[in-house]
């Protein structure tokens, strides 16, 4: 299967988005702040149904869209009793939007349902190289406030006092998440953006019980689950985004089993 | 040189008064219980202390430096304990995010950085608790690593925000025990608060209490008295000892046992055999 260019494309775009998003999904779980990626998604699809209205690359307006959305979801602040009904009402604002450029543009079924439920096939050079150097500067952010995001999630008001800016950590994270959001729109759709970075991470945090492995263990599933959809669609000839789904809901099953026998 | 001293220090927040003309100072080594109503700013004075908070007048000084965030010889234990009863991480990993928390970087350990998560734990008898998940063992077990956690850093002064909430009498009384001893080893300044002043009884030096905007710093006996109290709560108070215990009464109301129901709402009532339980209804 790695004779087809478009094949090889793939395998190395859905490998990038699935360590970013694997990596950029444990500190969603860890955080509970998985709604907040799901509303960001939503967001991106927006973006992009806009900017191909205005004969943009969809990616430009998925990035662009979903990082001032987390910009603003950050600086917002998290007054935890308000978060859920403001992301909400966000969300369904934002794919209201998506709806009015799609009724504006009419001959782009094909291509929003490509949004929808993504088209790891259809990554062309320009896109791989785009989806590769957004997440090197992803990661690069990410490791940067690993510290104190960690401590900030775990123990937020010690923190505050240790003297992490709790709102600058969580603004710039939730950009970082909204970048990672944006490329895994690509591989499986902004509908099923959860299945890379909700899963794997969930999973891993059931797996083991030490925080460096289950970050590097969501970052591996994600990629296994990536690749292994990939492989099963080409032999299977099914949507590689339903065997992404597939594996990484089997995956998560799994894994609360094994967290209930080892507990 | 005071642990802790506040100079005509006024707080306000959202338009209330919190403090006003608050004056007193916490010496080296001292244990000070912090008592008062429910909202008479016992969590703001502390965070006040770490510099959260801005201040209508005064100043605050905290080991003879302004108080500032991110002091390094302050330790800190929230009321709030954030998302860590439903984690399924080890206590190890949470006491170790705090080393250099706020610090920019991947969260790499140094040797000399795990020396100092073994010595925290040890000083609170946690290394074994350390290595279980943390939605696996007991509120008070909780409590004791995030107590390890507060002392990171080696601080002479440690602020403990409610640290007996939620926990039955023998737990409560464990606590209790292990800040004395932790303030006497390690010659560290504590300032505890609590809705009852029985349980720190036998352990504290001096009591601070705070109602209608004032705080007042001196012995048990002179502050929890009613002249004092009925001061500061602006009602006609009688304190009683019975059995070596207090009852601070306002007519026929038991003030502190009142307060502490109101917090957890009455379902819970007074005693608390299920900590696990009464922590989740917290978060």
């Avoid at chain 1, 909400?88 to 929003?112: D, E, I, V």
């Avoid at chain 2, 140094?110 to 020396?115: H, L, M, N, P």
């Avoid at chain 2, 077990?141 to 002479?156: D, V």
């Avoid at chain 2, 109290?229 to 215990?245: C, F, K, N, P």
């Amino acid at each position: 299967m790695f004779d087809y260019d478009f094949m090889r494309a793939a395998f190395m775009a859905s490998g990038i988005v699935a360590v970013l998003a694997g990596l950029v999904g444990f500190f969603l779980v860890l955080r509970g702040q998985t709604f907040a990626g799901h509303a960001l998604s939503h967001v991106g699809f927006t973006g992009a149904t806009g900017a191909v209205l205005f004969g943009l690359p969809p990616l430009a307006g998925l990035v662009g869209f979903t990082v001032i959305a987390g910009l603003a979801m950050g600086a917002l602040g998290e007054r935890l009793s308000q978060r859920d009904v403001a992301i909400g009402m966000m969300l369904s604002l934002a794919l209201g939007l998506g709806l009015l450029f799609l009724h504006f543009y009419t001959s782009y079924a094909a291509q929003a349902a490509a949004l929808l439920f993504g088209n790891v096939l259809g990554v062309d050079d320009e896109a791989l190289a785009a989806l590769a150097i957004l997440a090197a500067l992803s990661l690069a952010a990410l490791g940067f406030i690993a510290r104190p995001l960690i401590f900030a999630s775990l123990q937020p008001e010690l923190a505050e006092a240790r003297g992490v800016d709790l709102r600058l950590v969580s603004t710039v994270f939730l950009m970082i998440v909204a970048i990672a959001v944006s490329e895994c729109a690509q591989i499986v759709g902004v509908l099923l953006v959860f299945t890379l970075m909700v899963g794997p991470a969930a999973a891993a945090l059931a797996f083991t019980r030490r925080l460096h492995a289950a970050i590097a263990l969501a970052a591996l599933l994600a990629l296994a689950e990536a690749w292994g959809g990939l492989t099963l669609a080409y032999y299977s000839d099914w949507p590689t985004s339903f065997w992404i789904t597939a594996l990484s809901g089997l995956v998560y099953f799994a894994s609360l089993v094994s967290a209930r026998r080892s507990a | 040189m005071s642990a802790l001293r506040f100079d005509q220090v006024a707080i306000k927040l959202g338009g209330r008064t919190i403090l006003s003309a608050a004056d007193f100072a916490v010496e080296d080594g001292e244990f000070v219980g912090v008592l008062g109503a429910n909202g008479a700013g016992k969590t703001t004075l502390m965070r006040a202390s770490l510099g959260l908070v801005p201040l209508a007048a005064g100043a605050i000084a905290v080991l003879g430096a302004p108080a500032t965030r991110g002091h390094a010889r302050v330790g800190y234990m929230p009321q709030n304990r954030g998302p860590i009863a439903g984690l399924r991480l080890t206590g190890y990993d949470m006491v170790a995010s705090g080393v250099k928390g706020a610090h920019w970087g991947l969260p790499r350990l140094d040797a000399a950085e795990r020396r100092e998560i073994d010595w925290a734990l040890d000083m609170v008898d946690a290394r074994k608790i350390a290595g279980r998940s943390l939605n696996e063992i007991s509120g008070g077990e909780r409590q004791r690593l995030l107590l390890s956690q507060a002392l990171i850093g080696r601080p002479k002064l440690l602020l403990l925000d409610e640290p007996l909430i939620s926990l039955d009498p023998a737990h409560q009384k464990n606590v209790v025990d292990t800040v004395k001893r932790l303030s006497e080893e390690l010659k560290i300044a504590v300032l505890f608060s609590a809705h009852e002043i029985n349980p720190l009884l036998s352990a504290i030096d001096r009591v601070l209490y705070l109602g209608a905007g004032k705080a007042v710093l001196g012995a048990v006996d002179e502050v929890i008295a009613g002249p004092t109290l009925s001061r500061l709560y602006g009602a006609e108070i009688e304190v009683l000892r019975v059995g070596g215990r207090i009852f601070v009464m306002s007519g026929d109301v038991e003030m502190e046992r009142d307060s502490h129901r109101h917090e957890h709402g009455d379902a819970h009532g007074h005693d608390h055999q299920d900590h696990a339980h009464a922590d989740e209804s917290r978060a």
